[in-house]
């Protein structure tokens, strides 16, 4: 019986998609061999690589269980920010390691190592995926979404250019290949987050692993905890200041702030009630991790955006005044009890921390005056620090070798004006798709529109004086990028989703018909999706 079953599941096989399966049993096959290989050779490894071979299996039975490699790469790129899985391949000599520390060899505070990440594996696969899909099995057009894709390609190639400026093209090449990895992350996502389901797919992994690295964070800022498991590391600061699994406190404080504004729009914008208690947990936990990580900057980026949420969520009255007022006395609530804690951050001591911000910028600055077209090279400005120190500049104690507080000026300084306009014009590009999502009619698009929006809109304050150059970061804000992309794509594909019967719980459990198709079920509890002619799609 079992074999006639398997046969008649053979006779069922699209012959058109046999390419795609045999790569995939080849994949299977070729990744359980590696598997078995690391296991066996594994005691000639380093401890970093050693740790990483307990994640094999862990993704290979995913994958399995799933049944959809897509979607594998879909949910590991939304979950590979907070567990920032990845090993170094190529260590520079500057790096600012133990064995350096020791020998008193100069170290640098800037991107010093070239690191294989374990999204960097799955976006191979992705995108051999994507090849080899038959293109008339559901293939899709490209989409360049040119408002920002062009001015990151533009980013990445005076990037490129100002390596010729380089006193060291180890560590530009390092910073080149970073920025290589997320515009080919970026890419994906915005082709492959082509419908509302989709999208709301990967918003809600995100969330999960928002509210896991919260926890974490409230736990370590709890009890100083600190950790490195299977190539993930956790790690805390004194003064009451923790930083998660994002490698420092500045990138934890954008990362939570974002995904928290997101959350808050999911809040309103999610169709079914689990789903929007689950977003309002979201977003409390990561309104208090993100006290923990003491990021004074954060929690002014995130005062204004909450404002500026209330102010959209007023002026486009899709939401309830009362339910805006309640999400105002939440948030002040949330600061109220944690008041000790975050006027002793603004009044303690913190060891020159802010004295030195107007310092790296005029050294920054000096930079810039000197070679402002294509400045010192990609990767290079904490390099270059003491050949451009004067003493106008201030005390060198806290600035020398360190990277610029400042992203725009780090910019600048190190790929010249041309890049940091394309670099504007990125967040520019991406926060203006944000805001004219927000005109849509359909709900769900409007809400994430608002969300994501105030999300950009909150790293680009931080950016004025935070680190941006880690690799969890810099692929967040990227991800954010691909996010606009595809929310705009969805907003003006589909301009004619508009409500049939509003629910008397909330504005997001609305019954949408679709002109043109392509949506299909909103997800309604109860709903279903009917096909009718002439392209219609009527959820009943």
Avoid at 78 to 95: E, K, Q, R, T
Wanted: with cysteine.
């Amino acid at each position: 019986m079992g074999l006639l079953a398997l046969r008649g599941k053979c006779h069922t096989w699209d012959r058109t998609d046999l390419p795609r399966r045999v790569f995939e049993l080849g994949l299977s096959v070729l990744v359980g061999l590696m598997a078995g290989a690391l296991v066996v050779f594994s005691g000639g490894l380093s401890a970093k690589w050693q740790e990483l071979i307990v994640v094999v299996p862990i993704v290979v039975a995913v994958v399995l269980l799933v049944n959809d490699l897509e979607k594998v790469v879909l949910a590991a790129i939304a979950i590979g920010v907070p567990l920032n899985l990845d090993v170094s391949l190529i260590i520079s000599p500057y790096a600012h390691v133990p064995e350096n520390i020791a020998r008193g060899h100069r170290t640098l505070a800037t991107l010093t190592e070239l690191r294989l990440s374990l999204i960097s594996v799955l976006l191979i696969v992705g995108y051999a995926l994507w090849l080899i899909k038959p293109r008339d099995s559901g293939h899709k057009p490209i989409r360049l979404s040119a408002g920002i894709t062009v001015p990151a390609l533009g980013f990445i190639f005076f990037s490129i250019l100002s390596v010729f400026r380089a006193r060291d093209w180890q560590l530009s090449m390092f910073r080149v290949v970073q920025l290589l990895e997320v515009l080919l992350a970026y890419f994906y996502l915005a082709n492959h987050l082509r419908t509302v389901q989709q999208m709301q797919f990967f918003i809600m992994v995100s969330l999960g692993a928002m509210c896991a690295e919260s926890i974490l964070i409230i736990v370590q800022w709890a009890t100083g905890l600190e950790f490195i498991v299977a190539g993930i590391q956790a790690v805390a600061y004194g003064g009451g200041r923790v930083g998660g699994t994002l490698g420092a406190t500045g990138p934890a404080a954008g990362y939570l702030s974002a995904q928290a504004l997101i959350a808050c729009a999911m809040i309103w914008a999610f169709p079914k009630k689990w789903q929007r208690i689950f977003a309002a947990v979201s977003f409390g936990l990561g309104t208090i991790a993100l006290v923990g990580t003491g990021s004074r900057i954060g929690w002014i980026a995130y005062a204004v955006t909450i404002l500026l949420y209330v102010l959209i969520g007023l002026r486009a009255g899709k939401i309830k005044r009362g339910s805006l007022l309640l999400l105002v006395v939440v948030v002040a609530t949330v600061g109220v009890f944690f008041f000790d804690a975050i006027y002793t951050r603004y009044t303690a001591d913190d060891r020159g921390s802010a004295e030195a911000r107007p310092k790296m910028n005029r050294l920054a600055w000096n930079m810039i005056r000197a070679h402002p077209w294509l400045g010192v090279g990609a990767g290079n400005q904490a390099l270059a620090t003491r050949e451009y120190y004067t003493p106008d500049v201030g005390d060198p104690g806290n600035i020398l070798d360190i990277q610029t507080h400042n992203q725009y000026l780090l910019v600048w300084a190190e790929s010249g004006l041309f890049a940091l306009l394309c670099y504007v014009g990125i967040l520019g590009g991406a926060t203006l798709k944000s805001w004219l999502s927000i005109k849509s009619d359909h709900h769900w698009i409007s809400m994430m529109g608002t969300g994501l929006g105030c999300a950009i809109v909150s790293l680009c304050i931080q950016m004025l004086t935070g680190t941006f150059h880690m690799r969890a970061i810099t692929l967040f804000v990227w991800l954010l990028l691909a996010l606009a992309a595809s929310l705009h794509n969805l907003a003006r594909d589909y301009p004619a989703y508009r409500p049939t019967v509003t629910s008397r719980d909330s504005l997001a459990e609305r019954q949408f018909v679709v002109v043109g198709g392509g949506l299909g079920s909103s997800n309604v509890p109860g709903s279903a999706s009917e096909h009718t002619p002439g392209g219609f799609y009527r959820n009943i």
